[in-house]
């Protein structure tokens, strides 16, 4: 199993950017994706999640700013990222569960991507 992330950089306050998460070796539709992050000293925190049937679940920093979705043909999911703030600097990795309660929790999740980075500057 795998899974891909891309997209990071470097971007301004105020700009955007979109992650992208390509899985190979599972069925891509069948899991619910998760988006965490890791800042430098600190614990990997939650982001955002989308079921198998796209439900989706944001923490509040991201709602209103965020938007993850996914695309089963392509199997990938997807981060958008808008109005980035310096906090958003951090490594962000993808993350897959065939099911799951508690989609914040990283304890569930099966599968981790490598991550990307991504660094807002002021």
């Known amino acids: 199993v795998q899974l891909q992330a891309s997209g990071g950089g470097l971007v301004q306050a105020g700009g955007s950017l979109r992650l992208a998460c390509t899985s190979s070796?599972?069925?891509?539709?069948?899991?619910?994706l998760g988006w965490f992050r890791q800042a430098p000293g600190k614990d990997r925190e939650f982001v955002a999640a989308?079921?198998?049937?796209?439900?989706?679940y944001y923490e509040d920093f991201a709602k209103g700013r965020f938007s993850i979705s996914r695309d089963n043909a392509k199997n990938t999911v997807y981060l958008q990222m808008n109005v980035l703030k310096p906090e958003d600097t951090a490594v962000y990795y993808c993350?897959?569960?065939?099911?799951?309660?508690?989609?914040?929790?990283?304890?569930?999740?099966?599968?981790w991507g490598q991550g990307t980075l991504v660094t807002v500057s002021s």
């Open positions: 993350a897959a569960v065939k099911i799951t309660p508690d989609y914040w929790s990283a304890l569930e999740y099966d599968y």
């Open positions: 989308i079921t198998y049937r796209g439900g989706t």
């Open positions: 070796g599972i069925t891509f539709e069948d899991y619910a």
